[in-house]
């Protein structure tokens, strides 16, 4: 009887130190209040999966028609978008300096120089050698823009942070969770359960409405899916796990050739030393 008392208390203990840790997890966690991560089984997942080059694309008008406006891309030159593997490489043009898509996309850019004739300051159009510009001329422009915080640098962002894919996916679509009493945001924050602490100071950036805006594959005769929230945000982490991560579908290709050449290896070595004690009979 004392026994099982004894066991009995031992079991609503560990239900409570279970509940209580799980709470403490929820509430410390950058995920919290109930709101439950999606987790999307991308492209590039597993061990031959790439980047899909229309999504990549489709991601890289994402990201130039409503990211670019606070978001810079630092570490991204425009002949990188033409590159092997890149969002619009096309292999009649192995040098991107000569690919037509990304001098277009080039040119779109504002980009400023020195004159060579007397040193002042000029813009020009980008060319693809040019690094994408920043949006802003410093930090604290940036800051003046935005409130107080300074929009971070795309181009990484998915390596940046963990499971980056997911969580930049997530981001984007969390807005709309409801708001617990507990987070108290102040102007210029909105809401975001992804976000550590619940708060962010970068307002939902894609809407049902913004689906309206131009949104259509660079490749010929295909037809880009229908711009929803949910393919807006896929699309343009597609664009990003690619700017974060280039080289993936070479590192991969390269990783299977050397398991081919390591199995043909095992097994001529194995021949041989058959060949070898073939002779060799073994002891009775
Ligand atoms: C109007 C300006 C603006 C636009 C447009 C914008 N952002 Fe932001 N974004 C911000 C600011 C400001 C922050 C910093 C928020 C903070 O620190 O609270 C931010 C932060 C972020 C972060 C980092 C969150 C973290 O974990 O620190 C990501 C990721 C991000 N934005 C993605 C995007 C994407 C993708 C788009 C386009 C679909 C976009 N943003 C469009 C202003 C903007």
Same mark, same amino acid.
């Given at each position: 009887?004392? =026994? ?6 031992? &079991? ?63 570490? !991204? ?32 850019? +504002?980009? &400023? ?40 640098? =795309? ?44 708060? &962010?100071?970068?307002?939902?950036? =894609? ?6 805006? +131009? ?10 899916? +229908? ?37 043909? !290896?095992?097994? =001529? ?6 060949? &070898? ?8």
């Amino acid at each position: 009887m004392a =026994l099982k008392t004894v066991r009995n208390l031992m &079991i609503a203990g560990g239900v409570a130190v279970a509940s209580l840790t799980g709470i403490a997890i929820a509430s410390g966690g950058s995920v919290a209040d109930g709101y439950e991560m999606v987790h999307k089984h991308w492209h590039w997942s597993g061990v031959t999966g790439t980047y899909d080059q229309e999504a990549m694309q489709r991601g890289y008008n994402v990201y130039a028609q409503v990211c670019r406006s606070c978001h810079n891309l630092d570490h !991204l030159a425009f002949r990188h978008l033409g590159d092997k593997g890149g969002p619009f490489y096309d292999e009649r043009y192995e040098n991107p300096n000569d690919n037509p898509l990304v001098k277009n996309i080039a040119a779109e850019y +504002e980009v &400023i120089d020195v004159n060579p004739e007397d040193g002042s300051e000029i813009s020009r159009p980008g060319i693809p050698a040019d690094m994408f510009p920043p949006v802003y001329r410093n930090t604290a422009e940036a800051a003046y823009v935005n409130n107080g915080a300074i929009p971070p640098d =795309l181009s990484v962002m998915v390596k940046a942070r963990n499971n980056g894919a997911d969580y930049v996916y997530n981001l984007m679509l969390a807005y709309d969770h409801p708001q617990p009493d507990s987070v108290v945001t102040s102007s210029g924050q909105y809401y975001n359960p992804v976000m550590e602490g619940g708060k &962010i100071a970068m307002g939902p950036q =894609l809407q049902p409405q913004v689906g309206v805006f +131009e949104y259509q594959s660079e490749t010929e005769g295909q037809n880009p899916p +229908e711009a929803t929230v949910e393919q807006m945000a896929a699309d343009v982490v597609e664009f990003l796990a690619w700017s974060a991560d280039p080289k993936l579908a070479e590192r991969k290709s390269a990783g299977m050739m050397s398991m081919v050449y390591l199995l043909i !290896l095992a097994l =001529l070595l194995w021949l041989s030393y058959k060949r &070898i004690w073939a002779r060799l009979k073994p002891k009775t």
